[in-house]
């Protein structure tokens, strides 16, 4: 079965800076896939960033990077030059044979101006 | 090019009466996933149909809950005498795909309060 953590329930960064959000996974199967979705107040799922398990390079979106530890398998999301429309919760998803999604409990994430 | 769709986005339901989500895929997406969160907590999948089969119900309750994804028309998620523990967010996602490759996109999501 899969598994996916988040650690943080609740993280602040200033407008500008760099915050890291940090999310850890398991899974037995070979192929599979990782993303970060945001859901800010008006409850839409949106997706920020995937990235491919068999890809060593990590991927990156403008302001959003991953840092993708496949041996920790540990797949963190920075966000760069934080802004105010950043402020929303972020899950951690994983995706396998199954097709279907396993999401983790989500960081919420506010930035302060 | 429309996102996927979900109607309505807000729907109330007294205990024991019938509620009836609707799900419109983007275009060209026959795999629809659909998903409900509960308050403070992440998503959890219920169901998985290709155009005309269920392929993974397996997260979805067997008693109360059907769905179907029918060759014509938007996929329904259907909950029979609902009951207060059904209040949540409902949410549909689709794929072009079903591989898990393929990013699911997502839709704005149906609220249910059951009074």
């Known amino acids: 079965a899969q598994t996916v953590t988040q650690s943080q329930p609740e993280m602040s960064v200033q407008e500008a800076e760099t915050v890291t959000l940090s999310c850890t996974y398991d899974?037995?199967?070979?192929?599979?896939?990782l993303f970060w979705y945001k859901q800010p107040p008006s409850r839409q799922m949106i997706l920020v960033i995937r990235?491919?398990?068999?890809?060593?390079q990590n991927a990156t979106e403008n302001r959003f990077s991953v840092n993708f530890q496949k041996a920790a398998k540990s797949f963190s999301l920075k966000i760069s030059d934080s802004q105010l429309g950043d402020t929303a919760m972020y899950f951690c998803?994983?995706?396998?044979?199954?097709?279907?999604?396993?999401f983790g409990k989500g960081t919420k994430l506010s930035v302060k101006p | 090019n429309a996102g996927v769709m979900q109607n309505p986005r807000h729907l109330v339901r007294r205990r024991g009466q019938e509620a009836r989500l609707r799900c419109s895929p983007m275009?060209?997406?026959?795999?629809v996933y659909w998903y409900r969160q509960l308050p403070e907590e992440g998503l959890k999948f219920m169901v998985y149909?290709?155009?005309?089969?269920?392929?993974?119900e397996s997260g979805m309750p067997k008693e109360r809950f059907s769905a179907e994804f029918p060759k014509e028309g938007p996929s329904i998620l259907r909950i029979q005498q609902v009951v207060r523990g059904d209040s949540a967010a409902y949410f549909c996602?689709?794929?072009?795909?079903?591989?898990?490759?393929?990013?699911?996109?997502f839709g704005p999501g149906t609220r249910l309060t059951v009074l």
């Open positions: 990235q491919e398990a068999y890809k060593q």
């Open positions: 275009k060209g997406h026959s795999h």
């Open positions: 998803a994983s995706g396998g044979s199954q097709g279907n999604l396993i």
């Open positions: 149909l290709q155009k005309e089969n269920i392929i993974d």
């Open positions: 899974t037995s199967e070979n192929n599979y896939y």
């Open positions: 996602a689709s794929s072009q795909d079903y591989l898990s490759t393929d990013t699911q996109y």
